[in-house]
């Protein structure tokens, strides 16, 4: 089993910025990120592989970018230009191998972090 803690979670403004960070107990061949709104669906926002090709959701774009560091099985969001839509709790996922994309379904990352929650006023 994969431990993921996740940090860098906050309250911002319209058009800020933040940070999400995500460290895994070991290393995983995909890995990426999802946010949920209460009442809500879990949606894929972006994802990583180990060869650091990434994929987004459309609704970030242009805004988000996900990036990797191998060497301590950490990966990160940098959120940019925040909108209230963005406001949600968001969660660090794995999964060991297979097709890595921030399209694939929820059930397809068996390891979650414990979510980090994400204000945007």
């Known amino acids: 089993h994969v431990q993921l803690v996740e940090s860098g979670g906050g309250a911002v403004e319209a058009g800020g910025s933040l940070k999400l960070a995500c460290v895994a107990s070991?290393?995983?061949?995909?890995m990426g990120w999802f946010r949920q709104v209460i009442g809500k669906e879990r949606e894929g926002v972006a994802a990583?592989?180990?060869?650091?090709?990434?994929s987004y959701a459309d609704s970030v774009k242009g805004r988000f970018t996900i990036s990797r560091d191998r060497n301590t099985h950490t990966i990160f969001l940098e959120m940019n230009n925040l909108k209230p839509e963005d406001t949600a709790t968001y969660y660090c996922?794995?999964?060991?191998?297979?097709?890595?994309?921030?399209?694939?379904?929820?059930?397809?990352?068996?390891?979650w972090g414990q979510g980090t929650q994400v204000t945007v006023s």
């Open positions: 996922a794995a999964r060991g191998g297979g097709p890595c994309s921030a399209h694939r379904a929820r059930s397809d990352f068996p390891d």
């Open positions: 070991q290393y995983q061949h995909c």
């Open positions: 990583i592989d180990s060869w650091l090709d990434t």
